[in-house]
């Protein structure tokens, strides 16, 4: 039960061909530390709590475990294959229990300046975690987690260690609508179509690893001034021992050797009391060059928590300065115009590898823009996204319907994204809501339109390096004439050629009723007139019996050149073919789904040169 190996951080288990290259994985984070790490994947004892008595009958304390499970992987898939004649699937609740032992390392860091951290990569909908039969809590003070797409931290109590250790998780989850669930089914919308099976629980890895008392988090935010060399970094510090602490920051180029000079070094003292901390700071990098997809360059961050000792507790993270900008008809990259040739991707139950490989391929397919729909996904995407030039577009896992408690999951879940997203230059675009998922009232009730409205202003006051979309494909929202918007978006689907032409017409005129499935405004009257982007943001879906269109590769990639080539002779600003891979039942996919091979010639998505829009 001690093999500290890594595996997988996929959303399913490995294939054993895949295993010997997922080995050497980084963690699913953006930011490193230095430091050893221990997985504590692997097999761990498990069992269904039918009944949800585990909690009243003290299970953490003791229980007699008779199946076991792999970690990572998820409830549906250790029910399947543990299920011994009893469900092997569940419709309404699911109460899950997992165990396992660890020994803890020997460490030769200073015991009075480190601790031992756990980290969840992903785990839920609902978790807690018992340490020898004693509830933790989060950093942030949570006895019970929620949420299953972003990892949760604990320090783990000195007084509770021992050589062996007993690490008890219960995880439960629910078809409840008010949760955000993304395409999952719930109560609302049944599995089937465009909706998916659950895939929750224990759906990424989980390690344990020392840190200093006195550190900085490995979380990041980057918002950079291009035209002045400037970066804000937005850090998070967390303190034990409070007192002045001095933070330095240093930049280097990315591919420096070890002794290389930074390129930019700056100092900041800082008085910090007891607790979690959140700090901007900013530097100038002299001649600093922008990141792009064509030239995706990035900077190495090494910042250092500096005590009155001298002692520093250090963080690195990639960063690349870039500035993403609505500005009349275009978007601007840099100050450039740039038409965002963009795909659909839902990973699904991919593996790690399988989604490199998806990454690969879009790529290929002339893609510039990848729309990552309604999903949790492995962190290291974004940073293969940083390191390949692909811009990000990602969205929010909605609700399945919409009320105060709906609202507020969804800001937590928002909340969660962005402190362990924001430092990724590849991720220029947020939806809030797809197609009034969660907000199912957006056009007659004005509660859910405030509040859609009070976050767009949030975004834009505290993460102004994203553009956002307050509600995609249709039902955007208009106050007092202004959209609330930074593009005006529309799903558009038709096999029709003829009629895509009419469509596209229609929306570069201004016309808001009769374009897409539903007004593409509410709210207060709005009439365009060139002052948003207008981006399709889904079209195609060519070979799905519920889109329509032709069913042979040749038909389908003759119409994607077709179809293409209207949306560049009009004044669009990017559009979204729906979309990579084929996901359940939903067989519209352009690249293999464990291959990643293209279905249809490359760069078929990529515009041709010359073209307007």
Known sequence: MDDFTPANYGLSATPEAELAQETNNELPRAVLRPGHHFLLDGTWRFAIDLDDIGLTEDWEQGYDYRLSAQWPGSIEEHLVAAHAGGPTAWQDKIVAWYER????????????RTLFQ???????????????????????????????????????????????????????????????????????????????????????????????????????????TIEDCLVRFNLTLRIH???????????????GAAATAPLAVSDFPLPLAEGQHEQRLSLEVPGAEVWCPEHPHRYRLVAQLIDNTGYAAQIEARFGLRKIESRGRKVYLNNEPIYLDGILYQPGTATY??????????????????????????????????????????????????????????RAELLRMLSLMETHPSIVIWSLYNEDWGAQDIATNPATRRYIVQMYHYMQLSH??????????WH????????????????????????????????IHGEMQGTAAFPLVVGDPYFYRGQRPLLVSEWGGFGFSDYGGPQDAEARTNSIRDFKRELRARPIAGDVYTQATNIEDERNGLIGFHSGELEVPAGLLHSEPGQPG
């Open 241 to 255: 021992d409070a007192g002045d602490y001095l933070v330095r920051l240093q930049v280097f180029g990315t591919d």
């Open 118 to 224: 756990l980290t969840f990569g992903a785990c839920g909908y609902e978790t807690r975690v018992w340490l020898n039969g004693q509830l933790l809590t989060t950093i942030e003070g949570e006895a019970v987690h929620y949420g299953e797409y972003t990892s949760f931290t604990y320090e783990l109590p000195e007084e509770h260690l021992r050589a062996t250790n007993r690490l008890t998780v219960r995880i439960a989850d629910t078809m409840d609508a008010e949760t955000t669930r993304g395409k999952q089914e719930s109560h609302v919308y049944k599995r089937g179509g465009i909706w998916y099976q659950t895939q929750s629980g224990a759906v990424r890895s989980v390690w344990l690893e020392t840190v200093e008392r006195n550190r900085l988090r490995s979380r990041v935010g980057v918002v950079s």
């Open 353 to 410: 590898a399988e989604m490199r490989r998806h990454m690969h391929a879009m790529k290929a397919l002339g893609c510039n823009l990848v729309r990552v729909h309604i999903a949790g996904i492995d962190p290291r995407i974004y940073n293969l996204a940083d390191e390949l030039g692909l811009l990000l577009w990602v969205e929010v896992p909605s609700p399945h319907s919409s009320t105060p408690r709906s609202r507020e999951n969804h």
């Open 476 to 507: 955007h929202i208009s106050h007092q004439g202004q959209l609330k918007s930074d593009l005006l978006t529309a799903h558009l689907y038709t096999p029709d050629l003829g009629r895509w032409r009419e469509l596209l017409d229609r929306l």
């Open 101 to 112: 032992e660890f020994t803890l390392p020997e460490v030769a860091e200073n015991k009075d």
């Open 464 to 473: 102004p390096q994203f553009l956002v979309i307050d509600n995609d494909g």
